[in-house]
């Protein structure tokens, strides 16, 4: 199978073969196995160290897809709460009960005149719910946006005081990197520098005015750590553009972070289609992929979240014929969230998927297969009374919703698991 060639900037650039250093990193820097996590989880937390990347990296990648079947599917609303969801994954995972569980499925579907979606979900997808760490990744969309609105600078810059790319960063949020040498530089730390840089009530605004969360909802909350006293507010790029955003310090009242799976899962679909929607791609590409050029992180390639530590999504279906069948062409992205709650379900365990994949059929020729493959972002919650139980019962939830997906949208049987 030939690789297929993709113009960035208008230059041709082939995909590149992944760096197989980055299983060893992995383990190296404990973002994955038994020391990842104290009891540590297989899906949360790849406790096995089982995560697999694609065979080629490319970071300007776009889902290959070539559908002319669009039944059901429509232009998105602008606001994310106007979009109409059929409750069709009722049948596979059903709402609420024992883990209160809700999913919302952002199904796309690529065609010649560009791209529409079909939104999928369990009949629990506009209660909102704290989403835990899995919304830092849209704490970073807001201050790119913020960043951008002042000057041509967004999450490609490098913060002056520290002199570390703020694309590096994302990844520290992504792969819970622990270094001693800059102790406070957490992902929760590094959480809350994003509202800092943006303002935590701006980011209410934002998720309410440009994503279109529903007014029940709300967002702009820390995550239980204080900014690093390294960083500050001043930014500039590699071509030497400045700005200063920030600082916003913390609010009273507090605003919590409270959000429903549709607008989660619409706003994970606009970072990853941002060069559909017309935004800016090197942000999206920051938050998906963290630094072009990794600092904290030598010759990375795979940072931001395609570095995430949960396998949910891997897991749910035959990675390996995934890879063969879309030609090492695919993708998944993915920011969990998970803590013990003190509000909604007491003293019990919640886990928040904020997750993407792309998985293509591809022909000899590296084209597209006409109406194959799969390409969706996926929003899923679940509490229970432990933490292995409530891994599995996420890793439940995304497992039936992936194959019901292949079962359904794809005709591929032979991924499943």
């Not at 579907?109 to 990744?137: C, D, E, F, I």
């Not at 600078?153 to 992504?174: F, I, Q, Y």
Request: proline share 6%.
């Amino acid at each position: 199978m030939r690789v297929s060639v993709v113009l960035v900037h208008g230059i041709a650039a082939a995909p590149v073969p992944t760096d197989p250093g980055v299983y060893q990193l992995r383990r190296d820097r404990g973002w994955c196995g038994p020391h990842h996590e104290e009891g540590a989880l297989p899906g949360l937390d790849d406790s096995e160290c089982a995560k697999v990347f694609p065979r080629y990296f490319d970071r300007s990648q776009a889902g290959p897809a070539s559908w002319s079947d669009l039944t059901g599917f429509a232009t998105p609303a602008p606001k994310a709460a106007d979009n109409t969801v059929v409750d069709e994954l009722r049948s596979v995972v059903p709402p609420g009960g024992k883990h209160d569980t809700k999913v919302v499925v952002a199904l796309v579907r690529r065609h010649a005149s560009g791209h529409t979606v079909k939104y999928l979900g369990n009949g629990m997808q506009r209660s909102a719910h704290q989403p835990w760490s899995s919304s830092k990744v849209l704490a970073a969309h807001h201050a790119a946006a913020v960043m951008r609105s002042i000057g041509n600078v967004g999450l490609d810059a490098r913060d002056e005081k520290s002199a570390w790319l703020l694309s590096d960063l994302l990844t520290v949020v992504t792969s819970y990197d622990s270094n001693s040498t800059r102790p406070d530089v957490s992902s929760n730390a590094i959480g809350a520098y994003m509202h800092w840089i943006a303002g935590h009530e701006d980011a209410n605004r934002f998720m309410h005015d440009v994503i279109g969360g529903d007014a029940s909802e709300s967002f702009g909350g820390n995550y239980g750590e204080p900014v690093p006293s390294e960083v500050g507010y001043d930014f500039r790029t590699p071509k030497g553009e400045e700005i200063t955003s920030g600082p916003y310090p913390t609010p009273t009242p507090l605003i919590s972070n409270h959000m429903s799976c549709l607008t989660m899962a619409e706003w994970i679909r606009r970072i990853v289609m941002a060069r559909e929607e017309g935004q800016d791609v090197a942000d999206s590409q920051s938050i998906l992929y963290g630094a072009q050029e990794s600092e904290l992180f030598p010759n990375l390639q795979w940072g931001g979240m395609s570095m995430g530590t949960d396998v949910y999504l891997q897991r749910a279906v035959n990675v390996s014929e995934i890879d063969r069948r879309s030609g090492g062409l695919w993708r998944i992205f993915s920011k969990l969230g998970a803590g013990t709650s003190t509000t909604e379900h007491p003293g019990q365990f919640e886990i928040t998927l904020n997750g993407y994949a792309s998985w293509p059929v591809l022909d000899d020729n590296s084209e597209p297969v006409s109406n194959r493959g799969l390409e969706f972002a996926i929003t899923a919650a679940v509490a229970a009374d432990s933490g292995a139980e409530a891994d599995r019962a996420m890793q439940d939830v995304v497992t039936s919703v992936s194959q019901y997906l292949m079962t359904h949208y794809d005709a591929s049987r032979e991924v499943l698991v």
